[in-house]
């Protein structure tokens, strides 16, 4: 078992719920007031409400948190309420329970990562921006504050240019899909896929297994709760170029791509080894799809459908 870096997870597993939900509210409701009236968009609610640009930047941070908490408790319900209707519309197929899967394939989400990824370079700078206001127009006097911050400026140049590299990595390949040859797939099957993008050259598939945990460490004030990763199970293989052609009933029934690139690998016959997105702790057979291309490579993640016999 080996500990990885995960930049984009499938799990529908949540602690999220109405709570946070409820949660978020404050958080939003006094954050935009903080912050409209800090930046005088607003007229003055009370006398001696300070027109402050430090006081509207705190505002604001607190707004984009509490809407991001808002945005993952919605997220939650929505993925409970699909369970609970997928539990009673297919109680003898799990894997529609788990996930909700398109037989035939599905469609990698490089607009969804790249969105994301500046969504959170945005929340980060929001966050940062109060503090440097400190810094820019009151002068706290301490080199160890100038430190601090200096420090969380870099990460937030090196958050900001993540999210750069990822919107040049959609803006130059766009989407990809992945087709299933069968479905579900089982431990001890053979997986076979077509992968249908752009490269189709110099391309390395690799096929593991990833467990997410959540793990704490320390204790008191320092107690830290982080998201790690394990993977349990990998297997690589340089994947042949060109593209092999499908026949006409293939592409009839994979979606009408003119050309795909097919990908097999021989799955282990562990039946312990299978996808669980909603379950806790999160497992789920991945599909890796990456190319070194001039300039910027190219890199995609496709869950995999890979669950026990019913």
């Not at 402050?52 to 929505?78: H, K, R």
């Not at 037989?103 to 500046?118: E, F, N």
């Amino acid at each position: 078992m080996e500990k990885i870096a995960k930049v984009y997870t499938y799990s529908q597993a949540t602690a999220y719920g109405k709570a946070a939900l409820f949660m978020s509210l404050p958080f939003i409701g006094l954050g935009a007031f903080f912050a409209l009236g800090g930046f005088g968009l607003i007229p003055l609610p009370f006398k001696g409400f300070p027109r402050s640009p430090i006081l509207g930047a705190f505002g604001a941070t607190f707004f984009f948190c509490g809407s991001t908490l808002f945005v993952y408790a919605v997220q939650s319900l929505l993925n409970r309420r699909r369970i609970q209707k997928a539990s009673k519309r297919h109680f003898n197929e799990p894997w529609f329970q788990d996930f909700p899967w398109n037989p035939h394939g599905m469609r990698d989400p490089a607009g969804r990562r790249a969105l994301g990824s500046i969504l959170k370079a945005i929340l980060f700078c929001v966050f940062l921006t109060p503090f440097n206001l400190v810094l820019i127009v009151d002068d706290p006097g301490s080199w160890i504050f100038w430190i601090v911050i200096g420090v969380f400026d870099l990460a937030m140049i090196l958050i900001v240019a993540n999210a750069l590299y990822h919107l040049a990595q959609f803006l130059k390949f766009g989407y990809a899909r992945l087709s299933f040859y069968s479905f579900p797939y089982h431990p001890g099957d053979k997986l076979v896929v077509g992968f249908s993008g752009t490269p189709q050259d110099h391309l390395k598939a690799t096929l593991r297994f990833v467990e997410e945990r959540i793990e704490t460490s320390g204790s008191g004030k320092n107690r830290s709760i982080e998201l790690v990763c394990y993977q349990h199970y990998d297997e690589q293989k340089e994947l042949p170029s060109p593209a092999i052609n499908l026949s006409p009933v293939n592409r009839q029934k994979h979606g009408n791509f003119q050309s795909e690139l097919e990908i097999a690998f021989d799955l282990p016959d562990k039946t312990e080894w299978i996808t669980e997105l909603s379950g806790t702790p999160v497992r789920y057979w991945e599909l890796v799809v990456e190319s070194e291309q001039p300039g910027i490579d190219y890199r995609t993640t496709f869950p995999l459908p890979v669950y026990g016999r019913s």
